[in-house]
């Protein structure tokens, strides 16, 4: 599996933006993905995700309300609708997708997940 996220940039705070993930390769063998961002000097925080099977979807406390994960099934890929940004959004997102059956038990947590994408700028100006 390969991922190639997309979609970052600068934007004012309030304003909105959408990240993209495309996944190639065994795409099936995905049990969750989900959006990661680091801040620089920061942990890789969790965003949001969601299980393949079911759809369940999760989103980390700072982005509740603001964000949307999403899911286009024929064309492998997933978004992160991104709105009402702050400042604090400012990091290098990630998309990642787990493989493993026990992938989905733990959707928040980075260790869930096997493959990355090379992340994405995305810059929140005050």
């Known amino acids: 599996v390969q991922l190639q996220a997309f979609g970052g940039g600068l934007e004012q705070a309030g304003g909105s933006l959408r990240l993209s993930c495309a996944a190639s390769g065994r795409t099936g063998s995905i049990v969750v993905m989900g959006w990661f961002r680091q801040a620089p000097g920061k942990e890789r925080e969790f965003v949001s995700s969601?299980?393949?099977?079911?759809?369940?979807?999760y989103y980390g406390d700072s982005v509740k309300g603001r964000f949307t994960i999403s899911r286009d099934s024929a064309k492998n890929t997933v978004y992160l609708q991104m709105n009402n940004l702050k400042p604090e959004d400012t990091a290098v997102y990630y998309c990642?997708?787990?493989?493993?059956?026990?992938?989905?038990?733990?959707?928040?947590?980075?260790?869930?997940?096997?493959?990355w994408g090379q992340g994405t700028q995305v810059t929140v100006s005050s």
């Open positions: 969601f299980r393949r099977r079911g759809g369940t979807t």
């Open positions: 990642a997708a787990g493989l493993r059956s026990d992938s989905r038990s733990y959707p928040f947590d980075v260790r869930s997940y096997d493959i």
